[in-house]
């Protein structure tokens, strides 16, 4: 199984440009291989030597605080754990089930606003690492994983034989991690004036946006990503209702999103989270998505008004005409 997984990573470094779908199946295998690592704790990491390695598994509670949150002051400390079964994930279980007891003190499913972190450690020398990051949510399906690769390259400058101990599940996040945070080179599969609706649970609120274009920059820039890394880097920017801009605003589908679309915490681009939808019930963006479909070229209007106008514009009298 994680020799298709490494393979299918070398084919997507062999590929220049990759769709959308080859993007999200790497997500998969990604959860994948998280969901093995943490219950197969492999013995080299235990040898006694530098990279002596007693992993074990952290795991808190998070939220999404956009009203008074009553577990704001619990769970800070990560309750550690040796393995994934079956202690680990009883606790979610049992944990998960005394909250959703108060669900009726918040306006919305506590499914749509807590999750669990579970975070792989690994101590090196006289260091802890965090190798990984798992995401789940109270039902305890797996909604991101995230990997923390540059202190594993740092690593393995001075100690380069304690990577050679990974399992391929370790290896493999670590070596896709970047693809899954910054996917540059993937070709998504909408057209300016798309309305699409991103759901943000648990991360934050689901939003509209209205995809604007395939890259912010100047075609020049964009032959020249060609030319120095062998692909295009694409970003594409989509409008949306920022409410710390009190307007109109955009964002990124691709790309570092460590915080998307005022401060939502994605563990990466949200591109298995977007549905293509017929309308929504901002008229501003509605309109938007008539003018970008009429001409392309309205984002590009758009945003030299709006950098003319200067500090305080907020983007919606472009659109208000």
């Known amino acids: 199984m994680l020799n298709d997984f490494l393979g299918t990573s070398m084919m997507l470094k062999g590929k220049p440009n990759i769709p959308r779908e080859e993007y999200l199946q790497l997500v998969e295998q990604l959860k994948k291989a998280a969901l093995r690592d943490m219950d197969l704790f492999p013995e080299n990491e235990y040898r006694a030597n530098d990279c002596k390695g007693n992993s074990v598994l952290g795991v808190k509670l998070k939220y999404r605080d956009d009203e008074d949150c009553l577990y704001a002051d619990s769970f800070v400390e990560y309750q550690l754990f040796s393995r994934l079964y079956p202690y680990l994930l009883k606790y979610i279980?049992?944990?998960?089930?005394?909250?959703?007891?108060?669900?009726?003190?918040?306006?919305?499913?506590?499914?749509?606003?807590?999750?669990?972190?579970?975070?792989?450690?690994?101590?090196?020398?006289?260091?802890?690492?965090?190798?990984?990051?798992?995401?789940?949510?109270?039902?305890?399906?797996?909604?991101?994983?995230?990997?923390?690769?540059?202190?594993?390259?740092?690593?393995?400058?001075?100690?380069?034989?304690?990577?050679?101990?990974?399992?391929?599940?370790?290896?493999?996040?670590?070596?896709?991690?970047?693809?899954?945070?910054?996917?540059?080179?993937?070709?998504?599969?909408?057209?300016?004036?798309?309305?699409?609706?991103?759901?943000?649970?648990?991360?934050?609120?689901?939003?509209?946006?209205?995809?604007?274009?395939?890259?912010?920059?100047?075609?020049?820039?964009?032959?020249?990503?060609?030319?120095?890394?062998?692909?295009?880097?694409?970003?594409?920017?989509?409008?949306?209702?920022?409410?710390?801009?009190?307007?109109?605003?955009?964002?990124?589908?691709?790309?570092?999103?460590?915080?998307?679309?005022?401060?939502?915490?994605?563990?990466?681009?949200?591109?298995?989270?977007?549905?293509?939808?017929d309308t929504c019930e901002n008229p501003y963006l509605l309109k938007a998505s008539r003018m970008l479909k009429e001409d392309p070229s309205i984002f590009w209007k758009w945003q030299d008004w709006k950098e003319s106008h200067g500090i305080g514009n907020n983007g919606l009298e472009f659109f208000s005409k």
């Not at 279980?93 to 108060?102: F, H, L, P």
């Open 93 to 277: 279980k049992d944990e998960s089930v005394q909250i959703s007891k108060d669900s009726d003190l918040f306006e919305e499913s506590v499914e749509n606003k807590f999750y669990w972190s579970i975070t792989k450690f690994i101590p090196i020398q006289e260091k802890i690492y965090k190798q990984y990051e798992v995401l789940l949510s109270l039902s305890g399906n797996i909604i991101g994983v995230e990997g923390y690769p540059l202190d594993f390259e740092r690593l393995s400058c001075r100690l380069s034989e304690c990577l050679d101990y990974f399992s391929e599940e370790q290896k493999f996040i670590l070596n896709n991690m970047d693809q899954i945070l910054s996917p540059l080179n993937v070709i998504l599969p909408y057209q300016p004036g798309d309305i699409l609706y991103i759901d943000a649970n648990p991360f934050g609120k689901p939003f509209y946006a209205v995809y604007c274009a395939e890259t912010a920059m100047t075609r020049d820039y964009f032959d020249w990503t060609k030319r120095e890394y062998g692909h295009y880097k694409r970003e594409n920017p989509c409008l949306y209702i920022s409410e710390d801009h009190n307007g109109l605003d955009f964002t990124n589908l691709t790309g570092y999103v460590s915080s998307f679309t005022d401060y939502i915490r994605f563990p990466y681009a949200p591109l298995d989270r977007i549905k293509v939808v």
